[in-house]
T-cell receptor, first 118, second 116 residues
Framework: AQSVTQPDIHITVSEGASLELRCNYS??????LFWYVQSPGQGLQLLLK??????LVQGIKGFEAEFKRSQSSFNLRKPSVHWSDAAEYFC????????????????FGQGTILTVHP | KAGVTQTPRYLIKTRGQQVTLSCSPI?????VSWYQQTPGQGLQFLFE???????NKGNFPGRFSGRQFSNSRSEMNVSTLELGDSALYLC???????????????FGPGTRLTVT
């Protein structure tokens, strides 16, 4: 079965510290990978995406993520966290299967809540 | 460009009633997907529409239905509401210029549905 795992439910970091949020996926097809951020009561904002090519992708707000096929991982990183980064982060995967039966479906991890201490 | 808009933002309904939620995608986007978000189950895919056709459907009962209009706007309907339908319902649009871009989704703010 297809699945996305975010092992850390809650992470706390100090402002200015580096951040790494983990994401592992289990997919039979070539995955398309995304990170989203959600502030309380809001929708999801796309931070970055990976379809193919360079395995290190840059996103908005200073975030980057690295796709490691051998580890089935797509971890999100930021070198220096700001208080405004406090939110919930979701890793998501889409996969194109023969017959197009997977169109428009993203499978999400359970999310990681990020708390930033001043 | 304006983002994805959803109306209403908040809704309170009683068990047994039905509800219709609306979604207007980003201009030029032709694919619309719907998700249900709850604390217990997280984000779950409901269905996806493209050119007024449902191309994909998640594992939800038939009480959940949707449609898409010729201008790409979409509605979802939930009939015979149950307490467990209380959730944030999110709509996302994507350009779908090619098959894989149906996954590059931009989300609206959601509709918070409370069933009492």
């Amino acid at each position: 079965a297809q699945s996305v795992t975010q092992p850390d439910i809650h992470i706390t970091v100090s402002e200015g510290a580096s951040l790494e949020l983990r994401c592992n996926y289990s997919y039979g097809a070539t995955p398309y990978l995304f990170w989203y951020v959600q502030s309380p009561g809001q929708g999801l904002q796309l931070l970055l995406k990976y379809f193919s090519g360079d395995t290190l992708v840059q996103g908005i707000k200073g975030f980057e993520a690295e796709f490691k096929r051998s580890q089935s991982s797509f971890n999100l990183r930021k070198p220096s966290v700001h208080w405004s980064d406090a939110a919930e982060y979701f890793c998501a995967v889409g996969a194109l299967y023969a017959g197009g039966t997977s169109y428009g479906k993203l499978t999400f991890g359970q999310g990681t809540i990020l708390t930033v201490h001043p | 460009k304006a983002g994805v808009t959803q109306t209403p933002r908040y809704l309170i309904k009683t068990r047994g009633q039905q509800v219709t939620l609306s979604c207007s995608p980003i201009s030029g986007h032709r694919s619309v997907s719907w998700y249900q978000q709850t604390p217990g189950q997280g984000l779950q895919f409901l269905f996806e529409y493209f050119s007024e056709t449902q191309r994909n459907k998640g594992n939800f009962p038939g009480r959940f239905s949707g449609r898409q209009f010729s201008n790409s706007r979409s509605e979802m309907n939930v009939s015979t509401l149950e307490l467990g339908d209380s959730a944030l319902y999110l709509c996302a649009s994507s350009p779908d210029l090619q098959a894989l871009s149906s996954y590059e989704q931009y989300f609206g703010p959601g509709t918070r549905l409370t069933v009492t």
